[in-house]
């Protein structure tokens, strides 16, 4: 056999291995596969370990990719409408898909329980200490408060500027994040998971986030495998630099041919 086929056969054989790992082929990886089988390769073997490994199930698996592909840090489009269409497969309901957006969409929160702390010090410093903790809540701030915890079942601390400060604001942030939890399409445990993971996510890194809904996911049953698993999952994010920037690559190699040849 020539170095041709034989190459042409590898290439044959690793997407075949990768349908079979992962449960689909995407004509994304096509370039990758032609241009560095090599690298292909690799990346197939390491995103299947929680695929051939794993305890969570394949419809979970692929709410994990949804929920990091459709997070505001990243919307990579092609990778959501890929993993909705796997869910699907696997089995996943609307309702529950649509929770797994719910989910997702109230990344925006962390501008507030970032910046919080550092408007905290800034007035301390300025001698303009708003004394938060000296102040008692009033009966519509308990009530939201309550809400919260009755809805999502923890209250971190860093929520309580919000709560004195902007109490409106909080209410209906309350309202927004408890959505899913109202829907009830997903278990408790499932939930959590994907805030770890688009906490923990490459394109986030929210560790504060991270830690409270690992804590919760625990509370709920988690184990340390499905912790491991979904941090697996999600810790594969770095390849759409890949099937983002190939097709460029292809395309500037297609032009340069074509240049020559004219």
Known sequence: MDMAKKLDARRAKLKREFTKNRGY?????????????DYFEAYK??????????????????FVYVAIDAATTHLYNKGTRIHIANALRH???KDELMEVLMIASVLGIHTMTDSLPIM??????AGKDPNLAAR???AKQKAIKEEFVKNRGFWPAVFEPILHLAPDYFKAYTDLSSAPWKVGALEPKVREL????IDASTTHLYNAGTKTHMANAVKYGATAEEIMEVLM???VLGIHTITESVPILVEELTKQEEEKGS
């Open 45 to 62: 073997d390491l995103s299947s370990v929680p695929w051939k490994s794993g305890t969570l199930a394949p419809k979970v698996k692929e």
């Open 91 to 93: 089995g996943a309901t």
């Open 194 to 197: 994907l805030y770890v993971a």
């Open 25 to 37: 082929w995407s004509e994304l990886w096509e370039d990758v596969l032609d241009l560095s089988p």
């Open 120 to 125: 905290m010090d800034v007035l301390k410093e």
């Open 233 to 235: 999952l999600t810790s």
């Open 136 to 138: 008692k809540l009033t």
